[in-house]
Protein backbone atom coordinates (compact mmCIF):
# COMPACT_ATOMS: atom_id res chain seq x y z
CA UNK A 1 0.00 0.00 0.00
CA UNK A 2 2.99 2.39 0.53
CA UNK A 3 4.50 1.53 -2.66
CA UNK A 4 1.57 2.38 -4.04
CA UNK A 5 0.80 5.39 -2.62
CA UNK A 6 4.40 6.75 -3.86
CA UNK A 7 3.85 5.58 -7.07
CA UNK A 8 0.41 7.73 -7.56
CA UNK A 9 2.54 10.69 -5.86
CA UNK A 10 5.31 10.21 -8.42
CA UNK A 11 3.08 10.20 -11.45
CA UNK A 12 0.92 13.11 -10.47
CA UNK A 13 4.18 15.14 -9.36
CA UNK A 14 5.76 13.95 -12.97
CA UNK A 15 1.85 14.98 -14.74
CA UNK A 16 2.20 18.57 -12.96
CA UNK A 17 5.99 18.76 -13.86
CA UNK A 18 4.54 18.18 -17.41
CA UNK A 19 2.12 20.72 -17.61
CA UNK A 20 4.32 23.54 -16.40
CA UNK A 21 6.78 22.60 -18.90
CA UNK A 22 4.19 22.38 -21.63
CA UNK A 23 2.63 25.82 -20.60
CA UNK A 24 5.99 27.64 -20.34
CA UNK A 25 6.81 25.80 -24.09
CA UNK A 26 3.60 27.72 -25.46
CA UNK A 27 3.62 31.22 -24.21
CA UNK A 28 6.97 32.35 -25.27
CA UNK A 29 5.78 35.61 -26.76
CA UNK A 30 7.67 38.50 -24.76
CA UNK A 31 6.19 41.16 -23.15
CA UNK A 32 6.34 44.28 -20.59
CA UNK A 33 4.92 44.33 -17.67
CA UNK A 34 3.74 47.46 -16.06
CA UNK A 35 3.10 48.22 -12.09
CA UNK A 36 2.73 51.31 -10.51
CA UNK A 37 5.14 53.09 -12.82
CA UNK A 38 7.47 50.14 -12.45
CA UNK A 39 8.84 48.58 -15.69
CA UNK A 40 9.60 45.35 -15.79
CA UNK A 41 11.81 43.52 -18.52
CA UNK A 42 10.50 41.86 -21.20
CA UNK A 43 9.96 38.49 -20.25
CA UNK A 44 7.95 35.80 -21.82
CA UNK A 45 4.45 35.14 -20.73
CA UNK A 46 5.05 32.14 -18.33
CA UNK A 47 7.49 33.78 -16.50
CA UNK A 48 5.14 36.38 -14.41
CA UNK A 49 2.27 33.84 -14.73
CA UNK A 50 4.66 31.38 -12.43
CA UNK A 51 6.00 33.68 -10.25
CA UNK A 52 2.40 34.75 -8.74
CA UNK A 53 1.47 31.22 -8.85
CA UNK A 54 4.90 29.84 -6.60
CA UNK A 55 4.10 33.38 -4.05
CA UNK A 56 0.82 32.49 -4.22
CA UNK A 57 1.71 28.82 -3.00
CA UNK A 58 3.78 30.22 0.12
CA UNK A 59 1.01 32.83 0.89
CA UNK A 60 -1.81 31.02 1.14
CA UNK A 61 -0.34 28.27 3.22
CA UNK A 62 0.64 31.12 5.61
CA UNK A 63 -2.57 32.89 6.12
CA UNK A 64 -4.26 29.72 6.72
CA UNK A 65 -1.87 28.99 9.80
CA UNK A 66 -2.52 32.53 10.75
CA UNK A 67 -6.49 32.14 10.84
CA UNK A 68 -6.00 29.07 12.48
CA UNK A 69 -3.66 30.55 15.47
CA UNK A 70 -6.63 33.22 15.63
CA UNK A 71 -9.43 30.18 16.13
CA UNK A 72 -6.88 28.47 18.76
CA UNK A 73 -8.90 28.65 22.29
CA UNK A 74 -6.16 29.83 24.73
CA UNK A 75 -6.09 28.20 28.10
CA UNK A 76 -7.26 29.98 30.64
CA UNK A 77 -5.68 30.99 33.64
CA UNK A 78 -6.58 29.49 36.89
CA UNK A 79 -6.27 31.37 40.00
Known amino acids: ???LKRLIFIIIA???AAAIVVFVLENQQSFALVFFGWNAPELPVAVPVIFALLVGMMIGPLL???ARLRKKPRA???P
Open 64 to 66: VSV
Open 76 to 78: SRL
Open 14 to 16: LLI
Open 1 to 3: MRN
